[in-house]
């Protein structure tokens, strides 16, 4: 169990939609179907939740969110190892690219229903819980 702050784990959450982003381009550019670099391109275009969340609430409440501790020891949450041998080849096929995607979005969902769960006050609560519906 580690304690942070939420803002250290937003930070780590937009860390994860980068990277994610950055995945379905990496693929998109080495795809050999068309169908694929479609798919890919409209993932990309969709992995940005938590800015949209973010503005559903006052910057001062976003300020107060992130500075809300927390003693995470929610699901495993490390960015780089979410990512360590989930490479696709460039002839993957688009059911491929879905269960991978699938299970990209089953990490994230995991982690907001988490700390949605935790006693961190109405807010923070209310901001997990804008994620998971997004």
Known sequence: MSVLTLGDLLDRLQAFEARLE?????????????????????????????PSALECSSK???????????????????????????????STSAP????????FAGILADVYRWVAGQSLGKKASSLFQTLLKI
């Open 22 to 50: 950055a995945y379905y381009a990496d693929l998109r550019d080495r795809a050999d179907r068309d169908g694929v670099r479609m798919l890919t391109y409209y993932l990309a275009r969709h992995r940005k939740h938590l």
């Open 60 to 90: 001062s409440d976003i300020k107060s969110i992130r500075r809300t501790p927390c003693r995470y020891n929610g699901p495993a949450f490390e960015v780089a190892q979410c990512f360590r041998g989930k490479e696709l080849p460039s």
């Open 96 to 103: 491929e690219l879905l269960d991978a995607a699938i299970g």
